[in-house]
């Protein structure tokens, strides 16, 4: 349709990269490009962390249940919630800033969500790829005092950039009809797409895993849907300083 629409139809996770490092200057271009996204009430609460190789990525690795390409990524950051430098601009105009706010975590990391899709597709217009790393909430207390982050910033996610060394498939979203709704909602007749969208993901993790992995969306989710979703979150975000109210 055009180069940028194209661009973001053609995204798919690398989860494996050459050796090829990425020099600081292009890192920097890409977090600026971040930078650039829409941002809640100007509040631009997201951080990004720039962990280098050695051993504090590889405790990452480890931690984000060792996932290798953590480790070897050339490039990896982690996105942080961040309401503490608010509390900096409140002091210096005698501000008692109100912090706990469950909207102040959800705009925060909303702030965080939309900076890291930026980079990525910033990334990715120059050849590179990525992945996100959400398994940095699988240990988040540890993560936090690896990366010494204060009270009121909170580790979102990672992202892993590098040169791709892998070219796989794009992986299908679900039909338009149930993700795009005409004036109300009407799940009517999801049933029936998404029935028809399972026998495509089927198929597409059977040409991609040379037929040894077979599962469709729908027994995804529900596999992972019966399990609890890290339950620590609730009271470490607590204890960072967010959803008290
Ligand atoms: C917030 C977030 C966290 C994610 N965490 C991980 C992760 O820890 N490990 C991983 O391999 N992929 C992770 N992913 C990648 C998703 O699995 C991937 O985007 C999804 O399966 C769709 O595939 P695609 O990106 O190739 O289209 C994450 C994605 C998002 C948006």
């Known amino acids: 349709m055009n180069p940028t629409i194209d661009l973001l139809n053609a995204h798919r996770s690398i989860r494996k990269f050459t050796a090829t490092p990425i020099d600081q200057a292009t890192v920097d271009t890409l977090v600026k490009a ?3 996204a829409a941002t809640s009430s100007f509040i631009q609460a997201c951080t990004v962390i720039q962990v280098s190789s050695g ?3 590889d405790a990452l690795a480890e ?3 060792n996932q290798k390409y953590v480790a070897s990524a050339p490039v990896f950051l982690v996105f942080c ?3 503490k430098r608010h509390q900096l ?3 210096m105009h005698d501000a008692e800033m109100q912090t706990g706010f469950t909207e102040q975590f959800l705009t925060a990391s909303l702030d965080c969500a939309l900076f890291a899709q930026n980079v990525m597709i910033a990334a990715e217009s120059l050849g590179l790829g990525g992945v996100y790393i959400g398994g940095l909430r699988n240990q988040i207390a540890a993560v ?4 010494e982050l204060p009270e009121l910033v909170y580790p979102v996610f990672g992202l892993c950039l590098g040169h791709p060394d892998q070219n796989p498939e794009t992986k299908p979203r679900l039909p338009l009809e ?3 709704k005409q004036d109300r909602y009407d799940d009517s007749q999801d049933a029936e797409h998404i029935a028809a969208y399972d026998k495509n993901v089927r198929e597409y993790y059977r040409t991609r895993t040379g037929g040894n992995k077979e599962m469709s969306w729908s027994e995804q989710i529900s596999g992972m849907l019966v399990k609890e979703a890290r339950p620590h ?4 975000l607590h204890k960072q300083g967010f959803i008290k109210r």
Request: include cysteine; aromatic fraction near 4%.
């Open 34 to 36: 971040g930078q650039a």
């Open 55 to 57: 051993e504090r990525r």
């Open 63 to 65: 931690m984000a249940g």
């Open 81 to 83: 919630a961040d309401m």
């Open 89 to 91: 601009a409140c002091d």
């Open 144 to 147: 936090s005092e690896l990366l």
């Open 178 to 180: 149930v993700v795009l």
């Open 233 to 236: 979150m609730l009271p470490f």
